[in-house]
Structure formats: C-alpha cells, structure tokens
C-alpha cells in the first residue's frame, strides 16, 4: 500500500501562484509514476501531469503545458506541482496518485484519465479568484 498527502492549497487571486506537495510514505517502490489531477465541481477529473520517479521524465495535459511543473524530491519521497500565472478556471481540488503506469499510457495521453493509477491521495483545494 502507498499513502499520499497532498498539502499547500489554498485562495489565491488569478495571476498568483501556489506550489502543492505530495509525500509518500508506504510501500512506494512499487509505484514509478506519480500525477497530478484536479476535480472542479460538477466537471470530470483532469490529469495535469505526470513524472516517473526513476527517471524523472514529465509528461503534461495541454492545459498545464506553460505554466504548471511537476518536480520530485527523491530524498523525501516528494513531489510537487508549481502553479504559475493561476485563473479562476483552475479552481478545484488538486489531487496527487501514484502507480505503475505502463509507458504506453504515459505518452498516448491517457494517462489523464487516472485510471492507471490505484492509489490516491485526499486531495487540497485551490481557489482562485479574479
């Protein structure tokens, strides 16, 4: 089992930017992949992004392309997402997951579905306000 919390959410106005963190603890080296999602209410989960935490490589949505950044702290079993130049239509809850994420699914896209990954974290809002 993996556990993950996700932190650093919050109200921020548009234009503003926020960096949200992922720790792991568990058994994460059953997992390669860890991605960013984020839910709006009445609306579909979102991927945002992905990186694999062996090698490091990032895959992104179109929508975060420019302005969000997925990083790792391997030392402490961390993962981040830098928000930048944020709009109101970012607003939602931002979760992290983990899993094995076959490298297929990572470079098709699909991986933003979020079904590939079995593990989830509670999620941290964010608002953004204009």
């Known amino acids: 089992l993996v556990q993950l919390v996700e932190s650093g959410g919050g109200s921020v106005q548009g234009g503003g930017s926020l960096r949200l963190s992922c720790a792991a603890s568990g058994d994460t080296h059953s997992s390669h992949s860890m991605g960013w999602f984020r839910q709006a209410p009445a609306q579909a989960r979102e991927g945002i992004a992905v990186?694999?935490?062996?090698?490091?490589?990032?895959y992104y949505s179109d929508s975060a392309k420019g302005r969000f950044t997925i990083s790792q702290d391997n030392a402490k079993n961390t993962v981040y997402l830098q928000m930048n130049n944020l709009e109101p239509e970012d607003t939602g809850m931002y979760y992290c997951?983990?899993?094995?994420?076959?490298?297929?699914?990572?470079?098709?896209?699909?991986?933003?579905?979020?079904?590939?990954?079995?593990?989830w974290g509670q999620g941290t809002q964010v608002t953004v306000s204009s």
């Open positions: 990186i694999l935490t062996g090698t490091g490589s990032t």
């Open positions: 997951a983990t899993g094995r994420v076959p490298l297929g699914v990572l470079v098709t896209g699909s991986w933003a579905t979020g079904m590939d990954f079995p593990y």
